[in-house]
């Protein structure tokens, strides 16, 4: 009775390791950094977002945070694997405390908000926001769209822009907030909105990509920057993916990335 038990539970316990075997409990780098999945730097980050992110033709995610990522990996001997996952996730910090990535990489603008839930990278990308409208149906201004719709990307520090500057110019707008890139993109093409406001990059990198179509009618030098942002407090993460970013700048690294996915710099 008694070893019949025992075997019993013994039986139970094989099962349960067995059980988590098959999961991958994470792993840990050469160089001592704690990955959700080993041999892999796991990416978080919200489709789409050219030139920052995107699918190419084949399916498989490209664009500058990509490549950037790439050079963390490779310095960590891993290799990137990309999450798509909501925008709200990522800046609350959520997705990396629960473990579902190692790093968040998505156009994401360091902010103090944001700071206090997540790690920033030092800042790899300046942006401002940029009002875009359809080509012939130009508007320069937020006070000129008196009484119409104005497109953002919802939970974007351009929702937030523009929902305080009707509030501190008191303006006749009615803001719609769409739940990503493509969406806000579309609803400016099929004319459900009169403006859209977004990152500058993401809007030149849509003109380009469809000549004719939009146009920059204006930009507000909010003086944004991007950061990558890892868990609060994993510091050993943080300190890999700053030191690929300085040495991708010193070696110039940086500059061919910026020249394949943004193109030209602006003279500074
Ligand atoms: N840079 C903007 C922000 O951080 C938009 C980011 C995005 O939509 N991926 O809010």
């Not at 978080?44 to 490549?67: I, R």
Request: charged share 20%; glycine share 10%; proline share 3%.
């Amino acid at each position: 009775m008694r070893t019949g038990r025992y075997a019993a539970l013994a039986a139970v316990v094989v099962l349960a390791v067995a059980g988590c075997a098959k999961d991958d409990t994470g792993g840990t780098t050469e160089s001592g950094v704690a990955l959700v999945k080993s041999g892999t730097l796991t990416t978080c980050t919200h489709l789409p977002y050219a030139p920052f992110q995107s699918k190419d033709a084949s399916g498989k995610v490209v664009g500058f945070d990509v490549a950037l990522i790439d050079l963390v990996a490779t310095r960590l001997g891993v290799t990137q694997s990309i999450v798509d996952t909501p925008f709200e996730g990522i800046k609350s910090g959520a997705d990396l405390n629960s473990g579902k990535c190692d790093v968040a990489a998505a156009g994401m603008t360091i902010t103090d908000e944001r700071k206090q839930v997540l790690d920033f990278s030092e800042p790899y990308f300046d942006a401002t926001q940029a009002l875009n409208t359809l080509a012939g149906k130009e508007v320069k201004t937020l006070e000129e769209l008196k009484g119409r719709r104005i497109g953002v990307q919802g939970g974007t520090t351009g929702d937030d822009y523009i929902k305080a500057q009707v509030k501190e110019k008191n303006l006749d707008l009615e803001v719609v907030a769409y739940k990503d890139l493509a969406a806000l993109q579309q609803a400016l093409a099929t004319n459900q909105v009169a403006a859209a406001v977004g990152d500058l990059p993401v809007w030149n990198e849509y003109i380009k990509e469809n000549p004719g179509q939009a146009v920059v009618t204006a930009g507000f030098d909010t003086g944004e920057q991007y950061g990558f942002a890892v868990k609060k407090g994993n510091a050993t993460l943080l300190k890999a993916v700053n030191d690929a970013i300085a040495a991708a700048r010193t070696d110039g690294t940086y500059d061919k990335i910026y020249a394949e996915w943004i193109g030209a710099k602006p003279a500074s």
